[in-house]
């Protein structure tokens, strides 16, 4: 390792913490502390060479020595501090000081030393401050005050040296002035040289990103205008970025969407963070080759806001934008996709209101026919009907009844596409762990809701038979619900005890409650109670139709009670054994309880 590399190490050492972040201020912070750190060491290192040279040494001469210490206590004061300007204004005070003193003790402004007064503020100059420029120049101009108002009462001591080594002492002065001075003036030229070169790599660092960031930059005039865009713009239009420069981006823009896009650069001029989606054209290659006639167009998302100049935002009428650009075309056509799917989902759901009715038709008219054939069966006697009609009534008879079967099984098929299947297989299983598992898999959406979740569920809680599977599905279905359905501070409780033969669970929740006339109508497939908290939380509507539906199966009971703004209790009972008769499996409808098994989302109980 070099010399120069050990010193620099040194040197950045010293630096304050906060001077390490930027280049430009830890180059000023090193130009600082170096030459006067370096200067005074090496000053002290050759003072004992002059004493032996020159002898005892006078009590000028001494002062000066001591002066050597300044340049130190400043390199340490920036070191600790980080405060630049200041540092640069306590240099002017202790030069001035030095200077002062060397003036009064060899002839005051004749001095040799008051040549050095015009040092002080260039010098001052380095700290890249105004400020302290401005302070150093008056420091400078008073002490001249100070020493030509000294030389005129009188108070400075009579000049011990004769004239011509005043003249000597003077040429010295002045040369050793002229080499400071342009030894700062070295310094001032390293310093934008640094800044000019930390500038370069700067602007490089923002090119390179200019040029493979995917968001497109610009720079608009209130009438939309491009005075500067990024090269981005050209992977995203396919042209060169010279070619959208004045109006060549707003000639792109489509012509339904030109408005929002002038409106938006118009109000952002005027002081105002504005977003807008509109169209651009975008060139193929097979445009620019000229063999097809296509357009391309892509939705693009643009922020503008007004152009900050110096820290002051100019809002006249030659206040200029910056916009940021970003292919949207993606959201865009899913946006549009779901639209279609909701389209498609409402007339789905127009069609089968058309199939209820029709079906409605389909299923009353076999029924009149099996009712009215059937009761003039049994009225044979008084209608006097022979052999030939009863075969007749009944052939017609089970024709209806067949017809009706085939649209019944056809409703139950197209239910069983529709839905998928279910499928429920009882098997011992502690409900204790279960229960204790679904309200763990739900803390952490207790606790982001604010909600408070407990549970209490006996030690000695028995072992029960039934699906495990659908066991779990109830109690988060229930759970869930209650938690979204509770403000931030409630409580929610679920509790399992047993009563008799049979396992009780309850849920219980301080939140908002179901209306009385909704209450008896919780638990039907897609329905969603009240208006006022229907427009809070999401949902389907399917929650309880699964809960209630497993409960069934199982050959169990729920019941709710409920009073809005006071909560909610709903209450399941199981029995500690289920079997099913053949010993096989139930089935029933099952995409709204896989997705609750999933953990993908959890049916509400109150509206969904």
């Given at each position: ?11 950045d050492?010293?630096l ?9 201020t830890c180059?000023?912070h090193r ?10 060491l ?5 003072f004992?060479a002059?004493?032996a040279?020159?002898?005892a040494?006078?009590a ?8 050597l210490?300044?340049?130190?206590l ?20 202790a030069l ?7 003036a009064?003790?060899?002839?005051g402004?004749?001095?040799f030393a008051a ?5 002080i503020p260039i010098?001052a100059?380095?700290?890249?401050s105004?400020?302290?420029v ?5 420091l400078a101009?008073?002490?001249a ?18 004239p011509?080594l005043?003249?000597s002492?003077?040429?010295v002065?002045?040369a ?12 001032a ?12 790599r700067?602007e ?8 493979n960031?995917?968001?497109v930059i610009?720079?608009h005039?209130r ?6 865009i ?5 992977s995203?239009?396919g ?8 109006h060549?981006l707003?000639e ?8 929002a896009?002038?409106t938006?650069?118009s ?13 651009l054209?975008?060139?193929?290659p097979?445009d620019?080759c ?5 357009v391309?167009f892509?939705?693009v998302e643009m922020r503008c ?5 110096a820290g002051?935002?100019?809002l006249?009428s ?13 959201r865009k056509?899913?946006?549009q ?5 909701r ?5 789905a759901d127009?069609?089968k209101t058309?199939f ?10 076999p029924?009149?026919?099996?009712i ?17 009609r009863r075969?007749e ?13 085939s649209?019944?099984?056809?409703i139950?098929d197209?239910?069983?596409m529709?839905?998928?299947n279910f ?6 299983f502690?409900?204790r ?8 898999l739900l ?12 549970a209490?569920?006996?030690?000695d809680?028995?072992?029960v038979t ?14 869930s619900?209650a938690?979204?359905f509770?403000?931030r501070g409630?409580?929610?409780?679920v ?5 008799g033969v049979?396992l ?7 939140g908002?409650?179901i209306?009385?006339?909704?209450l008896k109508?919780?638990?039907?497939p897609?329905f ?10 999401e949902?389907t509507?399917?929650?309880?139709s699964?809960?209630?539906s497993?409960?069934n199966?199982h ?13 909610t209790?709903v209450?399941?009972a ?7 008769p053949?010993?096989?499996?139930i089935?029933?409808?099952a995409p709204?309880?896989r ?6 989302a959890?049916?509400?109980k109150?509206s969904?």
């Amino acid at each position: 390792m070099s010399v120069l590399s050990i010193i620099r190490d040194c040197l950045d050492a010293l630096l304050h913490p906060s001077a390490r972040t930027d280049a430009l201020t830890c180059a000023r912070h090193r130009a600082f502390i170096a030459p006067r750190l370096l200067g005074s060491l090496a000053a002290f290192a050759v003072f004992p060479a002059y004493l032996a040279m020159r002898g005892a040494p006078s009590a000028l001469e001494v002062g000066a020595l001591a002066w050597l210490i300044a340049p130190i206590l400043l390199s340490w004061f920036l070191s600790r501090t980080g405060y630049y300007e200041g540092a640069y204004a306590l240099s002017s005070l202790a030069l001035s000081a030095l200077i002062m003193a060397v003036a009064i003790e060899t002839g005051g402004m004749e001095s040799f030393a008051a040549v050095w007064l015009v040092v002080i503020p260039i010098e001052a100059s380095l700290s890249a401050s105004r400020r302290v420029v401005v302070f150093a120049a008056l420091l400078a101009l008073g002490c001249a005050a100070a020493l030509i108002l000294i030389g005129d009462f009188g108070w400075l001591p009579p000049p011990e040296s004769s004239p011509a080594l005043r003249v000597s002492l003077m040429g010295v002065g002045v040369a050793s002035a002229t080499l400071y001075a342009s030894v700062i003036a070295f310094a001032a030229d390293a310093l934008a040289r640094t800044s000019v070169t930390l500038l370069s790599r700067e602007e490089e660092r923002y090119r390179l990103l200019a040029r493979n960031m995917s968001d497109v930059i610009s720079r608009h005039r209130r009438n939309g205008a491009v005075m500067f865009i990024s090269p981005a713009a050209e992977s995203l239009l396919g042209v060169p970025a010279a070619q959208l420069h004045e109006h060549g981006l707003f000639e792109r823009v489509h012509v339904a969407d030109r408005p929002a896009y002038l409106t938006a650069l118009s109000d952002a001029a005027r002081g105002t963070e504005v977003g807008v989606e509109f169209r651009l054209r975008r060139d193929t290659p097979e445009d620019v080759c000229g063999s097809t006639h296509a357009v391309d167009f892509i939705w693009v998302e643009m922020r503008c806001r007004p152009l900050d100049r110096a820290g002051s935002s100019s809002l006249g009428s030659d206040a200029e934008v910056v916009a940021v650009m970003r292919d949207v075309t993606d959201r865009k056509l899913q946006e549009q996709a779901l639209d279609l799917a909701r389209s498609a989902a409402e007339q789905a759901d127009a069609a089968k209101t058309r199939f209820l009715a029709t079906m409605s038709h389909e299923l009353r008219t076999p029924l009149n026919a099996i009712i009215g054939f059937s009761e003039m069966l049994m009225q044979e006697q008084a209608l006097m009907l022979n052999a030939g009609r009863r075969r007749e009534y009944s052939q017609l008879i089970n024709d209806s009844g067949q017809h009706l079967l085939s649209v019944v099984n056809g409703i139950l098929d197209m239910s069983k596409m529709e839905s998928g299947n279910f499928e429920i297989a009882p098997e011992p299983f502690a409900p204790r762990a279960a229960l204790l598992n679904c309200c763990n898999l739900l803390a952490l959406r207790a606790r982001e809701n604010g909600v408070d979740l407990s549970a209490d569920a006996p030690q000695d809680l028995p072992d029960v038979t039934g699906d495990p599977r659908a066991f779990k599905q109830i109690v988060l279905n229930l759970v869930s619900n209650a938690i979204k359905f509770t403000e931030r501070g409630g409580k929610v409780t679920v509790a399992a005890a047993v009563e008799g033969v049979r396992l009780v669970l309850r849920v219980t929740d301080n939140g908002v409650g179901i209306a009385a006339d909704d209450l008896k109508r919780i638990g039907d497939p897609f329905f969603q109670a009240g208006k006022t908290y229907q427009r809070r939380h999401e949902g389907t509507g399917l929650g309880l139709s699964i809960v209630k539906s497993l409960v069934n199966l199982h050959a169990g009971e729920m019941s709710i009670q409920s009073k809005l703004d006071e909560g909610t209790t709903v209450t399941v009972a199981l029995p500690l054994t289920f079997a099913l008769p053949d010993g096989g499996k139930i089935t029933t409808l099952a995409p709204a309880a896989r997705t609750v098994q999933s953990g993908q989302a959890f049916q509400v109980k109150k509206s969904a």
